[in-house]
């Protein structure tokens, strides 16, 4: 997995994370939406060799999003958007990409987590909580946007061990085998602490 840090950079080779610190604020979901997908059109044409008109992004009955024109690509593409980052995740096989912001305030909603995600965060030093449970839900969100199912799949359903500072590692009674991905800890240019995931499954 290639990280890279500007819309300006083209990746060398797929799968590719690119996390695009924007400096903007937006409001509510639909400036959201479209700074996500005006962030990943520009990068996607520098990728593509093609000028932005070129680029469409559509969605598919779930919701993911499809690299709609150019068409022909095979390329498999995941979208997140948090504090003014703008994540965007490009590969050849099933992909997700999250981005959580580390809450440092109010409890953590343990009940969304599965039972070994909670042993894990009770084994955390509590000032480190935040960070862990931010890192945990990162990986769980990718993990369902690379299945296609989002939420819809009940997030005590799975078990995200966090195997490294860079890795992480899926248990899903569900499929045969462990999947695992990668995660960074980045800032946004302010205060901001956040945490990003991203995953590539075979045999979705």
């Known amino acids: 997995m290639l990280w890279l840090n500007s819309a300006d950079s083209a990746a060398p080779a797929l799968p590719a994370v690119w996390l695009i610190a924007t400096g903007a604020s937006p409001r509510n979901l639909t400036e959201r939406s479209e700074l996500r997908r005006s962030t990943a059109r520009r ?81 955390t030093v509590p000032s480190l909580r935040p960070l862990a449970f931010a890192r945990l839900w990162a990986a769980k969100e990718a993990y369902v946007k690379a299945l296609g199912t989002g939420f819809g799949r009940a997030p005590e359903g799975f078990a995200v061990s966090l195997e490294s500072e860079t890795t992480f590692r899926v248990a899903d009674p569900l499929r045969s085998a462990a999947a695992t991905g990668q995660m960074r800890i980045m800032k946004n240019g302010g205060q901001e602490v956040l945490a990003a995931a991203a995953i590539v499954l075979d045999g979705v």
Not at 74 to 92: D, E, H, K, M
């Open 43 to 123: 990068l996607l044409a520098r990728q593509l060799g093609c000028a932005e008109p070129d680029v469409a992004i559509a969605h598919d009955p779930a919701g993911r999003p499809l690299l709609a024109r150019p068409e022909g690509t095979g390329f498999a593409l995941s979208l997140a958007t948090r504090a003014g980052i703008v994540a965007v995740a490009l590969a050849r096989g099933p992909v997700g990409v999250d981005v959580e912001r580390v809450e440092t305030q109010g409890a953590l909603p343990l009940e969304v987590l599965h039972p070994n995600e909670r042993r894990l965060l009770d084994a």
